[in-house]
C-alpha cells in the first residue's frame, strides 16, 4: 500500500492559489487636493516575516545603493492539520472518467493548511490601504476552486478562513533605524488530499436487478416480480458484420446503447 507512487500537486496547487489572492494589490499617494500623485502595486513573494524583518535592519543605511522597498507582502505555509470535523467514510470510492478509462478514487482526506501574511510598510495610510483591500472578502472565509487532480477533473471549492489580525510597529533603537509597520494576518485553507488513482475493477454496470415485495418484512413476505435490465448494444462492437450479444461485452461507459428487460 504505502510505498506506490503518486502526486497530485494539491498542498502546491493550493499555496499558489492563495498567493494569487493578494497579488494584485495597488496603493495611491493623493497630494494636497486629493489628485492622485502616483500609484504603487505591493509586491508580494514567499517567506518567512523573519527574513525580511532581518533584511530592513541590515539595509537600513540610506548610502546603500539598493534596499527593500516598502510597501511589500509576504506569505508561508505554517503548518497542516487533520480536519475531523470534515472526515468521510474511510473505505468508500466514487468513480471519475481519465479520458475513456474509468478510475476508482478513494474519498479525499480533509486537512487544514495554515497561511500566514505578512504587510510590511513604512506609513501607517499604506497598510490601512492595504488591509481595507483585503478584510471586506472575508467574513469570515472566502473560497477560491482548485484543480485538484488534473487526470480526473477534480475540481473543489476550497474555503479560506481569515483566523486573526496581529499588529506590531518595529521601531526601536535610534532615529537611524529603518522603521516597520508589520500587520499579520494568519488563514486557514480547508482543503482535501487525494491517494493513488487507481483503474477501476468493475467498469460498466452489466446488469441491474429490482426485487418488488407484497410486505415490508422482506424475510417473510413472498417476492411478487423481479425485474432485470442489462446494457444492449447498438452497433457492431466487434467488426464481425452482427450485433449481438458478444457486443453487449465490449460496451464501455462512453457508448450509446439501450437495454435488455427482463420481467420475471
Not at 42 to 53: A, D, E, I, T
Not at 182 to 189: E, H, P, Q, V
Request: hydrophobic fraction near 40%.
Amino acid at each position: 500500500m504505502l510505498g506506490t507512487y503518486f502526486y497530485h500537486e494539491i498542498i502546491r496547487k493550493t499555496i499558489i492559489s492563495f498567493g494569487t489572492l493578494f497579488n494584485n494589490i495597488v496603493i495611491k499617494h493623493d497630494d494636497n487636493d486629493g489628485n492622485a500623485v502616483n500609484q504603487v502595486k505591493v509586491g508580494l513573494s514567499y517567506g518567512p516575516m523573519q527574513k525580511f524583518l532581518a533584511k530592513l535592519q541590515q539595509q537600513e543605511e540610506l548610502k546603500k545603493s539598493v534596499a527593500i522597498t516598502l510597501p511589500r507582502m509576504s506569505f508561508e505555509m505554517t503548518d497542516i492539520s487533520y480536519d475531523s470535523s470534515r472526515k468521510s467514510g474511510i473505505t468508500q470510492t466514487f468513480k471519475a472518467m481519465d479520458g475513456n478509462n474509468i478510475k476508482q478514487v478513494f474519498m479525499p482526506v480533509p486537512y487544514n493548511l495554515g497561511f500566514e501574511l505578512n504587510i510590511f510598510c513604512k506609513l501607517n495610510d499604506d497598510a490601512l490601504q492595504i488591509i481595507e483591500q483585503i478584510l471586506p472578502f472575508f467574513q469570515p472565509s472566502f473560497n477560491f476552486t482548485v484543480d485538484l487532480v488534473d487526470s480526473i477533473g477534480e475540481k473543489r471549492d476550497v474555503p479560506v478562513v481569515l483566523d486573526n489580525i496581529s499588529f506590531q510597529d518595529d521601531y526601536e533603537g535610534d532615529f537611524s533605524t529603518r522603521r516597520a509597520l508589520i500587520y499579520t494576518l494568519r488563514f486557514t485553507a480547508k482543503t482535501y488530499l487525494f491517494g493513488p488513482i487507481a483503474d477501476s475493477t468493475d467498469g460498466l454496470i452489466k446488469k441491474v436487478t429490482v426485487d418488488t415485495y407484497s410486505s415490508m418484512n422482506t424475510s417473510a413476505a413472498m417476492r411478487e416480480m423481479r425485474y432485470s435490465v442489462t446494457p444492449k448494444a447498438l452497433e457492431d462492437k466487434n467488426d464481425d458484420g452482427v450485433i449481438n450479444t458478444a457486443d453487449d461485452a465490449l460496451l464501455t461507459g462512453d457508448d450509446n446503447f439501450g437495454f435488455n428487460e427482463t420481467w420475471s
